[in-house]
């Protein structure tokens, strides 16, 4: 089955500056990539998605790319804020079942 | 437009109880999956509702049966608790994708967090 690895686990950085977290599938089948930003306490919400026939999309101050070719995909944040600080969870899906990397705690220092 | 709603927030069952989960989807989706969240973990796949009808099963056993009504809400139950069953539970509701089609987006709940003890 499908197997989602993520990295860093943490990530601090100083506001303004960009933030970049990375994740690798296994499955080479999986289409549709997602990123949750979980805050403390609270349900995953979805920020950004991507689907395999696109390799780059792109909304305000995130940006989701993907290879398919070396089956990784990641997600940038620029101009980070301190709203930015949370854990980020990427995931795969074929699909019903999303699968989730272990997730990303993302601090950012005023 | 109301999202995810669940119910209970928060449980606290003792071990070899039984428990049910609720969860309502967001307006216009017909789709309920259910995960569930160990601390510092991601969410893990327990199933898949639609049209009444599990669709998909993680890797999870028989003691988490789950049931969808015709207004689209859903149940998780998990019967004989475990003090590993402790978790965050979400629920995550889509529409439907054509057939073929790829995943649609799953938009979650903000959880029910069980306690056993």
Same mark, same amino acid.
Not at chain 1, 95 to 108: C, D, P, R
Not at chain 2, 5 to 13: A, D, F, R, V, Y
Not at chain 2, 80 to 95: K, P
């Given at each position: ?13 100083q506001?303004?500056d &960009? ?5 690798? $599938? ?5 289409? =549709?990539f #997602? ?6 306490g609270?349900?995953p ?11 780059e999309?792109k909304? *305000?101050?995130? !940006? ?7 089956? /990784? ?9 301190p709203?930015?600080?949370?854990? $980020? ?5 074929l ?14 220092s005023? | ?6 119910? #209970?927030? /928060?449980?606290?069952?003792t ?6 989960? +609720? ?9 309920? &999956?259910?995960?569930?969240q !160990?601390?510092? *973990? ?5 199933? @898949? =509702? $639609?049209?009444?009808e599990e %669709? @998909?099963?993680?890797?999870? #056993?028989? %003691? ?15 019967n ?8 965050? =539970? ?13 995943? $649609? ?5 903000p959880g029910t +967090?069980l306690?056993?003890?």
């Open positions: 089955g499908e197997n989602v690895e993520q990295h860093p686990s943490t990530l601090s950085v506001e303004g &960009s933030a970049v977290i990375k994740c690798t $599938y296994s499955d080479s089948a999986s289409n =549709y #997602p990123w949750y930003k979980q805050e403390l609270k349900g919400q979805l920020i950004i998605d991507i689907r395999s026939n696109v390799g999309k909304d *305000q101050r995130i !940006a989701v790319t993907l290879n398919k070719t070396a089956k /990784h995909f990641s997600l940038h944040i620029t101009e980070t804020q709203e930015d600080s949370a854990v $980020y969870f990427c995931a795969a899906s699909e019903a079942a999303l699968i989730f990397g272990k997730g990303t705690t993302l601090s950012v005023s | 437009d109301a999202g995810v709603t669940q119910s #209970p927030t /928060h449980l606290i069952k071990r070899g109880q039984q428990v049910t989960l +609720r969860c309502s989807p967001k307006s216009g989706h017909d789709t309920v &999956s259910w995960y569930q !160990a601390l510092g *973990q991601g969410p893990q796949f327990i199933f @898949q =509702y $639609y049209e009444e %669709r @998909q099963r993680g890797n999870f #056993p028989d %003691r988490f049966s789950g049931h969808q009504f015709p207004n689209y809400s859903s149940e998780l139950n998990v004989a608790l475990l003090l590993g069953d402790s978790a965050l =539970y979400l629920c995550a509701s889509s529409l439907d994708p054509p057939t073929g089609g790829s995943s $649609y987006e799953q938009y979650f709940g +967090r306690t056993v003890t």
